[in-house]
């Protein structure tokens, strides 16, 4: 890897903690927010092989603008027109109720470029590994179980983009006798 790449990465990494600094997950032990989208980039360089920089990118910040006051334009600028529109296309229109926001998912994930689509994956398959080790606080398990069915629907959606990261969603599907 060039140097450049190395501290494009670094930047990239260091806007989205200092973005998601006061966030934290669902789970018990309220990890620190920024450990979901570093895991997300490296379920991507680690186990689907991706190299490319605007993808990491992307994984990096996919849930600023969802999650944080960081504005579409504002990664535009520090990160240019092809990380926005990737992080635009995994970002759900918070001003939607939920169960419209869930069904877009399902319906925008086969338009999605294949850019989008790794990130989605990559999403997707830490959030269910992330449900299998502790759930979030207060989630029963038909909540999880409901999870894991709509999620099975958005990544039917996403078929075709990542062979290992579709074969371990697929993996996680089977234990749970959910049809794909
Ligand atoms: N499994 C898990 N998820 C957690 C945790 N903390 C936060 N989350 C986030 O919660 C969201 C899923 O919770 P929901 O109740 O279904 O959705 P909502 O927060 O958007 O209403 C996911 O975000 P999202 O951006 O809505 O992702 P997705 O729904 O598009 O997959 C996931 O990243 C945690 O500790 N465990």
């Not at 086969?110 to 989008?116: G, I």
Request: proline share 4%; charged share 30%; net charge negative.
């Amino acid at each position: 890897m060039e140097p450049s790449l190395i501290s494009e990465v670094i930047r990239c990494a260091n806007f989205a903690a200092v973005k998601h600094k006061d966030q934290r997950r669902k789970d018990q032990e309220e990890t620190p927010y920024i450990n979901h989208p570093i895991g997300v980039a490296y379920i991507l360089t680690e186990e689907a092989g991706v190299t490319d920089l605007h993808v990491i990118q992307g994984a990096l910040l996919h849930d600023t603008v969802e999650d944080t006051d960081t504005s579409f334009q504002e990664i535009e600028q520090e990160f240019g027109p092809e990380v926005a529109g990737i992080v635009r296309e995994v970002t759900d229109d918070k001003d939607l109720p939920k169960h419209a926001r869930k069904a877009a998912q399902i319906e925008h994930a086969p338009h999605s470029s294949k850019k989008a689509k790794l990130v989605k994956l990559a999403d997707k398959l830490y959030n269910l590994r992330d449900l299998n080790r502790q759930g979030p606080v207060g989630w029963s398990a038909e909540r999880v179980t409901e999870y894991f069915e709509w999620s099975a629907k958005v990544v039917n959606g996403l078929r075709g983009t990542s062979k290992p990261l579709e074969d371990k969603l697929d993996e996680l599907f089977r234990e749970r006798n959910i049809s794909t």
